[in-house]
């Protein structure tokens, strides 16, 4: 582990990036099926898909009770199909059965980890889609981990280079005030989009390379 202050690492990529706030985004049904949609898909073309959903179906019941020929036919010009397609259903149908409705704000009310744990008995839910609904939606100090997030992570040495995917959601929130979990989120991933790449980082431009661990190695390369 390293020794980097994550309190440090917020104000830099504030600085550069602008502050985040959190804002609501959608209720916590809507950003479930938005993020089952982006598992492994372009932001690009799970919004088309999310907006071909809703726009083919008048409710979430009509969705729950919909074929997933239905639906995997409504979210095809997103390019995705059948898997996510039946996700989306069993979610749904699951949800409806143990609530009776699709009111999931109660999530609000429960700690961190009950309500993690709540949506990822869904199916098609692990650890990243389940933080997401908590934070986006409610405003939950859970962290998701994604691909971005976990590479700036490892860099800067806030988890260990063995700690897995899984891992790290629980790791990163114990290393965060619970107020600044939005904001590290959305700075780590704006950060890994523009500057920490994956291939060829930016290093030499990068806000962070006084306190990164991984700086003179990237250079060196």
Not at 199 to 214: M, T, Y
């Amino acid at each position: 582990m390293s020794d980097i202050s994550v309190k440090q690492v917020i104000k830099l990529l504030s600085a550069e990036y602008g502050k985040r706030n959190w804002q609501r985004r959608q209720s916590p049904i809507a950003v479930l099926v938005q993020t089952i949609l982006s598992q492994n898909t372009s932001d690009r073309n799970s919004g088309q898909a999310f907006e071909q959903l809703l726009a083919s179906f008048g409710s979430w019941e009509d969705m729950a009770d919909a074929s997933v020929d239905a639906i995997s036919h409504s979210i095809k010009a997103g390019g995705l199909g059948v898997v996510k397609a039946r996700y989306i259903k069993q979610a749904l149908e699951e949800i409806r059965r143990r609530q009776g409705d699709f009111e999931l704000d109660f999530l609000g009310r429960l700690p961190v980890d009950e309500g993690r744990d709540w949506l990822r008995q869904l199916p098609g839910v692990g650890m990243k889609t389940a933080s997401c609904v908590l934070l986006f939606s409610l405003g939950m100090p859970a962290l998701p981990v994604d691909t971005h997030v976990f590479r700036v992570a490892k860099r800067l040495g806030l988890v260990g280079s063995r700690v897995s995917v899984e891992q790290a959601h629980r790791l990163l929130e114990g290393l965060v005030p619970p107020q600044n979990v939005y904001r590290l989120h959305v700075l780590l991933i704006e950060h890994g989009r523009r500057t920490c790449k994956a291939q060829r980082p930016r290093c030499k431009e990068c806000v962070l390379q006084g306190l990164c661990p991984s700086y003179e190695e990237f250079v060196a390369k």
